[in-house]
C-alpha cells in the first residue's frame, strides 16, 4: 500500500529535506507541499536537487490536495496548532515538527513561547516522537510531536543514565549546532563574517528546547533533571554535539557506565554508542551516535551527536511516520552517513 502525504511549508531547510527523504521512500507518495511564495511552481524548479524525482508543483494551502493520509507541519511555531485540529477532523494524521505541541502543559508553552495555545485538548494527546524512547507511544498515534534538534541530541545522551539512578539530576549541557538549525532566514548573528571562524554562545537560559529535555527525560527516566542548558553557534552548516555533565551518586565505573547505553541503544539502528562520537559520521542521516567517559571519582560526561536537519528534524519525522503508519521504522531511512 502506498500512503499519500503532504508538508505544509515545503521550502524551508525541514520541509526541503522531508521532501528529498520522502521522494524516494518505497512506501510514500508526496503528494503536496505548500508554499504561499511559490504556489503554481514546480517544487523541482524552487528544489533542484528534487529533479527527476517529482514533478508536483506547491500549493497555496494544504486543503488544496485531496485524500492525503498524513500531513507533516514544517513552518516557524503557532501554524500547526491552527492546521492540526481540521486534519484531524477529515482523520488525516500529522506530524508537528515546530514546537506547538511538544509541551504537554499549554502554561509552559506561553512561558517558552510567548504564545497561548489554541489547541489544548491536541496538546494533551500528542506523543513525544523520540522512537527510541517512546516506540510504543508512537505507534498508532493520530498526532506526534517531533522534538528539537538539540532536544533530540541531549535527551539521548542523558535519559538512560538518569534512568539508571547513577547520577543526581543535576546536568549541565553544553550544545553546538551548525548554521542550519537556525532555519533560512538570514540574520546579523548568521551572517558570514560573524559566524564563520567563530564560537557564538546564544539564548542562554531562554532557549525554547530546554524545557523539552527537562520534560521528555522525566517522562522517560521518572526523574526531572535540573538542566542548565548553554548552546552555541559553529561555524559548520549540519550537524550538533551535546556534551552532557553529571555528577554521580557514587563511584562509578566506565564498564558500568557502558552497560547502561549499551542495554538502552545496543539493538537499536539508528542509536549508536561508540567510543568517540562524531558529527561528520551521521552528516545526512538518520543515525546518531552517544558516548560517555567517566571522569575522576564522581563525574561523568556524555555527548549526543546529530545530523540536526535529518535525525534532529526531518529524518526523525519520518521514522516517526512510519511507526504511525505501520511501516518498517527504517523505510526510506537505512542509509549512513557521510563519514568525511
Known amino acids: 500500500m502506498t500512503y499519500r502525504v503532504g508538508i505544509i511549508g ?3 531547510y525541514t520541509g526541503s529535506e522531508l521532501s528529498r527523504i520522502l521522494s524516494v521512500h518505497p512506501d510514500i507518495e508526496l503528494a503536496a507541499l505548500t508554499s504561499r511564495a511559490n504556489a503554481g511552481k514546480r517544487v523541482s524548479d524552487v528544489h533542484t536537487f528534487l529533479k527527476g524525482y517529482t514533478d508536483i508543483c506547491f500549493t497555496e494551502k494544504i486543503s488544496d490536495t485531496k485524500d492525503l493520509d498524513l500531513v507533516m507541519v514544517a513552518t516557524p511555531f503557532g501554524v500547526a496548532m491552527d492546521e492540526v485540529p481540521a ?3 477529515q482523520g488525516i494524521k500529522s506530524i508537528d515538527l515546530s ?3 511538544r509541551m504537554k502543559d499549554p502554561a509552559v508553552y506561553q512561558k517558552w513561547y510567548g504564545k497561548e495555545h489554541t489547541d489544548p485538548e491536541g496538546l494533551k494527546d500528542a506523543v513525544f516522537g523520540l522512537p527510541e524512547l517512546f516506540r510504543d507511544r508512537i505507534k ?3 498526532l506526534v510531536a517531533n522534538p528539537g534538534c538539540y532536544a533530540t541530541s541531549a ?7 538518569m534512568k539508571s539512578g547513577l547520577v543526581y539530576p543535576d546536568v549541565f549541557v553544553d550544545g553546538k549546532s551548525g548554521t542550519s538549525g537556525a532555519g533560512m532566514k538570514p540574520s546579523e548573528r548568521l551572517h558570514h563574517p560573524t559566524c564563520g571562524e567563530s564560537v557564538i554562545p546564544y539564548k542562554i537560559g531562554s532557549h525554547r528546547h530546554q524545557p523539552e529535555i527537562d520534560m521528555a527525560v522525566g517522562m522517560f527516566a521518572g526523574v526531572t533533571p535540573d538542566v542548565a542548558f548553554v548552546p552555541h553557534l559553529i561555524p559548520i552548516v549540519r550537524g550538533i554535539i551535546s556534551s ?3 555528577r554521580t551518586k557514587k563511584e562509578v565505573t566506565q564498564e558500568e557506565v557502558d552497560a547502561v547505553y549499551e542495554k538502552q541503544y545496543g539493538a537499536e539502528r539508528f542509536v549508536h554508542y561508540v567510543p568517540e562520537p562524531s558529527i561528520r559520521a551521521v552528516v545526512a542521516s538518520n543515525h546518531a551516535q552517544v558516548g560517555s567517559t567517566v571522569l575522576g571519582k564522581d563525574r561523568v560526561v556524555s555527548f549526543g551527536v546529530i545530523d540536526n536537519l535529518v535525525k534532529g528534524a526531518s529524518g526523525q519525522a519520518v521514522q516517526n511516520m512510519n511507526l504511525m503508519l505501520g511501516l518498517p521504522e527504517t523505510a526510506g531511512l537505512d542509509f549512513p552517513g557521510l563519514g568525511v
Request: glycine content about 18%; charged content about 15%; overall charge negative.
Open 87 to 89: 486534519l484531524h477532523e
Open 99 to 101: 514546537g506547538d505541541y
Open 10 to 12: 515545503g521550502t524551508g
Open 244 to 246: 552532557c555533565y553529571f
Open 140 to 142: 498508532g498515534a493520530d
Open 155 to 161: 535527551i539521548l545522551a542523558i535519559a538512560p543514565l
